[in-house]
């Protein structure tokens, strides 16, 4: 017998009452109640996946539902917020109870992981969609914007880049030497939450890297009204990128490659020894409009469009 909406949501999601002290009250009610401090302002981020859209048909459930937390904490990691609550609707075709295992676990176990939890949602039926709702609190004036690169200041990423997009390859057949780090990235991205929260103490400008380095870094020229120059000797790569690139001679991948989940940012040079490991000087904020690559001593003009879903 098919569970019942209320049964499937006590089995595999109600099954822990709030941890953070900003939920009062979570899964149970016609709503959820939150307590978040007066001083502080509450960052909001939605974000959707959809079947043969954003993940193939027969992605595992347990990554899957990894991911689809994790693209949302990074979201609120690029504004200097601190995650504390979520909800999630689930469309589902039918209802698996194996899959719904699996997702769950994927789902609850990054949620703990950094203090997360889930205070509700829903479930219907149809084509297999998932929808969460991140909330995270950022002390009031204190969010990081996109709209607020300086001229001179310095661009930086934190981790590799292009990992999750050699990982794609990997699962369309390209043969990896060692794959287990780009398949990893692909499926199980890791939001820079930690990170974040620091950066908003030095950093004037970031975001998270989703549809790659040089879409990303875009909106924070188009939005701040400068330019930039990207030193691609610079880019931090692992080997397998690195590998992959001498191959193929896909020199623009780890610019182009999204799903990275990493965070790109700007701040003045001063700041930079208050910087947390992990973080890669790759280029400067210039007066110039556009985005300009470095790349064997020649500068040229970088054209990168991300993903769109309408175009």
């Known amino acids: 017998m098919a569970l019942a909406e209320f049964d499937l949501i006590k089995r595999y999601f109600a099954v822990h009452a709030p941890q953070h002290p900003f939920n009062w009250l979570g899964i149970g009610d016609d709503c959820a109640l939150l307590n978040p401090p007066a001083d502080y302002q509450l960052a909001v981020t939605t974000d959707t996946m959809v079947e043969n859209v954003h993940f193939f048909a027969d992605a595992d459930p347990y990554f899957l539902g990894h991911k689809l937390l994790a693209v949302n904490l990074s979201d609120l990691a690029a504004m200097g917020a601190e995650p504390f609550a979520v909800t999630l609707a689930l469309t589902l075709p039918i209802v698996d109870e194996t899959w719904l295992q699996a997702f769950a676990a994927g789902f609850i176990g990054l949620a703990q992981q950094h203090h997360v939890d ?8 149809g084509p297999l969609t998932l929808t969460v709702q991140a909330m995270g609190v950022v002390p009031r004036g204190g969010a990081l914007l996109r709209s607020n690169a300086k001229v001179g200041d310095l661009i930086f990423v934190t981790g590799q880049l292009g990992n999750a997009g050699l990982g794609l390859k990997v699962t369309h057949g390209y043969v990896c030497d060692d794959p287990q780090l780009p398949l990893r990235c692909f499926n199980q991205p890791e939001p820079r939450v930690a990170e974040g929260i620091l950066l908003r103490e030095v950093a004037h400008a970031c975001i998270d890297i989703s549809d790659g380095l ?17 030193d691609w000797e610079r880019l931090p790569m692992s080997a397998q990128v690195r590998q992959y690139i001498e191959i193929s001679g896909d020199w623009p991948m780890p610019l182009t490659a999204g799903d990275d989940y990493e965070l790109c940012f700007t701040l003045p040079a001063e700041s930079v020894p208050q910087l947390p490991e992990g973080c890669h000087y790759v280029g400067v904020i210039e007066a110039e409009p556009g985005l300009r690559i470095v790349r064997a001593g020649k500068i040229e003009t970088f054209e990168a469009k991300g993903f769109e879903h309408f175009s």
């Open 118 to 125: 889930l205070i509700g949602g829903d479930t219907t039926s």
């Open 214 to 230: 040089g879409s990303d870094l875009r909106h924070i020229l188009e939005q701040s009204k400068v330019g930039a120059c990207l």
